[in-house]
């Protein structure tokens, strides 16, 4: 790109007219146009840094469309959506289709509970009537925060909060699938979520009359 400046001609600088502009060429300095009115040159420049800015600022948006989430954004955008009275505005996340469970949790888990729903609509059962994500049927959730710590394709995820006015816990563990990040795991004190699914496969493996 050629520089556009104001020049004073000095010893040893030599001058080349071409297509009528003064052609300055100055030792160890290049070429540099004379003649060429101040404010057209702050014109270019002005015109020149608008672009630049407006590549980098291209730049970033296409990066963050295409950049994948970080394991604590995964988590914070399902939480926020308990953030609040379930019976009011904080409704939680809809898990009432196969794709909505796969969206959410690993393709090990996604299969216990869309196994656990093939007799029935996929997330009706699922945690015996209690919301998996917070592990209640209700609730009133304030206070809300979200820690994750990644470790390779694997992170821990812990969601504190206020339930109705009482401090609580949840451990979520994640595992990344392709570039996403999926739930593995969530435990609320000393039930998981996939302990329940185990006993409730053992029940029903118990009540079958093949068993008996």
């Known amino acids: 790109m050629i520089a556009l400046k104001a020049v004073v001609s000095k010893p040893g600088h030599s001058v080349h007219v071409t297509n009528g502009l003064k052609v ?42 295409v950049a994948p989430p970080t394991a604590k954004s995964f988590l914070t955008t399902i939480y926020q959506a308990y953030n609040g009275n379930s019976a009011q505005s904080a409704k939680g996340i809809a898990l009432d289709d196969a794709d909505a469970i796969r969206r959410y949790f690993s393709p090990g888990l996604a299969s216990l509970i869309l196994d656990d729903s093939a007799a029935g609509r996929p997330g009706d059962a699922i945690v015996l009537g209690s919301d998996p994500f917070v592990g209640h049927e209700s609730w009133d959730i304030a206070d809300l925060s979200v820690e994750v710590k990644e470790v390779g394709a694997k992170a821990i995820g812990t969601i504190s909060f206020t339930n109705f006015g009482k401090p609580e816990k949840v451990v979520v563990e994640l595992l990344k699938v392709g570039a996403d990040w999926r739930i593995a795991e969530i435990k609320w004190g000393p039930l998981t979520l996939r302990s329940i699914y185990r006993e409730k496969c053992q029940a029903a493996l118990d009540a079958s009359p093949i068993a008996k």
């Open 24 to 65: 300055l060429v100055a030792p160890g300095q290049g070429a540099f146009i004379a003649g060429v009115p101040m404010n057209f040159r702050n014109a270019i420049i002005r015109f020149m840094l608008a672009l630049s800015f407006a590549f980098l600022l291209t730049a970033d948006l296409a990066y963050a469309r």
